[in-house]
């Protein structure tokens, strides 16, 4: 009996470390995507311009704000994580994402204050990237230490899983305002409903943290080092700056096919397809259900197939469908053909996913696990993600070409190939995940 209780304590411990961290990490992503869902009704209230697209790309040009601040709350959120403990950190980055989300549904228009509307938009797109850089890292770290190599990849499945329920939530809430409300009222003031619920987010995410106790890993590694010989920042940079660059390369094609299949999806399709906002967001919202549905599924696939092996399926995938699928959709007006075209695309953009996160995981070591994630994640993010969006508008209005979208995919994942081959190999033991 007593082998059993001890059993079921283990079960339960990992199931709630599990639960709070994806959860407080769906709550946080749902308040970042909201912005990336409604840019095209923010750039029309808060950016004066005669060309649409012009006001669209000065929109993704703020989107894209938030992301170059986060490697600096990676790197000072998970150096604070890394010497005080991962629960401390989650709760301040959710509480700093909840505020800084419901103070963006109140801001004026620019046609009541002028240039200041942008201004005080773009602070909170600061605010918020500092919260998420310090969120990815922190939820993830906190995830991994409660797993071995045999089913860490599985567990951390649940990461990238609760960001995407993060989004899938903003994409709902999208779907339903642009459904329910007219135009003018959309644009109005619908627009704002999803992002005052950011209040709520963060007393609710808060709250459900504050309980729940460190990592054992972490606890143990904690007790090992002398507290004046901690210096995570320092230590990361002087030794281990080959898994600094190996995770920025690693997430370049998952930053930059994230963020253009599942962020910028609304804006293209309506925009650039001429479809309805509210079928944009049937299509975007299904296809993030498509990835949610695969995450837990390719974390068991992983671990035993192996993380290498893996990731090169999910990059040769990429490199031999993006241009086809794009092609085909272009040409497409029903809904259900566009998510079936882009749920093929989605079935490897998560393998390189959970594949990466779980990398990432592995390859520092516990003790400097938070600033290591958080550092390389957010410059991958910020350079190829948060960026991404704005580079594909750029591109097709540059070209007229709208499959030009692809050769951004295809380049971002190229790079990632070429880590995995020639610079991941080295972290694991033949037929085996562990880390080194």
Partial sequence: MKHGGSYKEKKTSLARAVFSGSLGNMLEWFDYGLYGYFAAIISADFFVADDPIVGLLLSFLVFGTGFLVRPIGGILIGAYADKHGRIKALTLTILCMGICTMLMGCLPTYSQVGLLAPILLTVLRLLQGLATGGEFGSSLTFISEYGTPNNRAFLCSWQPFSVGCGLLLGSTAGLLVTTLLPEAA??????????????????????????????????????????????????????????????????VGSSATYYILITYMPTYISQFMGT????????????????????????????????????????????????????????????????????????????????????????????????????SYNIAAAVFGGLAPLAATALIAATGDRLSITYLMIGSVLITLLTTIFLLKGYYVKGKNASS
């Fill in 276 to 375: 309805s906002f509210s079928s944009a967001f049937v299509v975007n919202t299904s296809v993030i259900a498509i990835n949610l549905l695969l995450c837990p599924i390719v974390g068991l696939l992983i671990d035993k197939v192996g993380r290498r092996k893996c990731l090169i399926i999910g990059c040769l995938g990429f490199l031999i469908l993006s241009y086809p699928v794009f092609y085909v959709l272009i040409q497409q007006t029903n809904a259900l053909l566009m998510i079936g075209l882009l749920g093929v695309l989605i079935v490897f953009q998560t393998i390189l996913a959970v594949a990466i996160v779980v990398v990432s995981a592995e390859v520092f070591p516990t003790k400097l696990r938070n600033s290591g994630i958080g550092f």
């Fill in 186 to 251: 959309l644009y109005e003031w619908g627009w704002r409903v999803p992002f005052l619920c950011g209040i709520l987010i963060a007393f609710y995410g808060v709250h459900m943290r504050k309980n729940v106790p460190d990592s054992p890993e972490f606890l143990k590694a904690k007790a090992e080092v002398k507290e004046e010989d901690h210096t995570p920042v320092k230590d990361l940079f002087l030794r281990y700056k080959k898994s600094i660059i190996t995770v920025i390369g690693l997430l």
